[in-house]
């Protein structure tokens, strides 16, 4: 089943504990990208990568990290989260330029930070 | 500023009646995604819009999209219970050169029996 895999679904640290929050996708997309969900906000692109090794910062950078070594993975780190840093998080992936069926996201983490 | 605003952002209705859901945007785009989102879910990919004039339907729901008003509509036809959940539009500014999606605030829409 193409899909987009986030883990974990639920996570709930404290102030300045590093992180790190898993997307994997499988059907050999070259694009990734992570949001963020916020209650009148809608959802904020964070980073995305067109590629392995090429990454970009997206609306909202301040505070996370992101790698693409391999096609597939494309992990969101937190370094020193904070409670502002609270809020749902979705993976999604599609093909390069204008996809013709969409982007696919993952199924959402849901974070707390205290 | 890149805006894209939907109206209304909470939608009430019964079952069997029809309405419409706007997407504005203030930027050129020559696509659109419309998605829906159940309550603690995901994203789940509606409709891909991809020129001026564009229409497409499935099931209930209609889209539209029209690049010149920078206006796409969903249109609920006969509206059932199942269809409540959150709706976004979203476009993509920068031609398909970063892949990022400015999304719209979403609409509420609950279907009352």
């Known amino acids: 089943e193409a899909q987009v895999t986030q883990n974990p679904r639920y996570l709930i640290t404290v102030t300045g504990k590093k992180l790190t929050v898993t997307c994997s996708q499988n059907?050999?997309?070259?694009?990734m990208s992570w949001y963020r969900q916020d209650p009148g906000l809608g959802l904020r692109q964070i980073y995305y990568s067109m590629n392995v090794e090429v990454t970009d910062k997206g609306d909202v950078p301040e505070g996370y990290k992101v790698s693409r070594k391999e096609k597939r993975n494309f992990p969101l780190i937190l370094e020193s989260p904070s409670p502002n840093q609270t809020s749902l998080y979705f993976c999604?992936?599609?093909?390069?330029?204008?996809?013709?069926?969409?982007?696919?996201f993952g199924s959402g983490t849901r974070l707390t930070v205290v | 500023e890149l805006k894209v605003e939907q109206n209304p952002l909470f939608l009430s209705m019964q079952e069997g009646k029809n309405y419409t859901i706007y997407c504005n945007y203030s930027?050129?785009?020559?696509?659109l995604y419309w998605y829906r989102q159940d309550p603690g879910k995901s994203l789940e990919s509606l409709f891909v819009?991809?020129?001026?004039?564009a229409v497409k339907q499935e099931g209930r729901l209609m889209a539209s999209l029209d690049t010149k008003a920078r206006l796409s509509t969903l249109h609920i036809t006969a509206a059932v219970h199942d269809l409540s959940a959150t709706y976004f539009c979203a476009v993509d500014p920068y031609g398909g050169a970063t892949n990022k999606l400015i999304f719209g605030t979403g609409t509420l829409l609950a279907v009352q029996p």
């Open positions: 059907m050999n997309h070259e694009y």
């Open positions: 999604a992936s599609g093909t390069g330029g204008f996809p013709l069926y969409g982007y696919t």
């Open positions: 819009l991809l020129s001026n004039g």
């Open positions: 930027t050129t785009s020559d696509r």
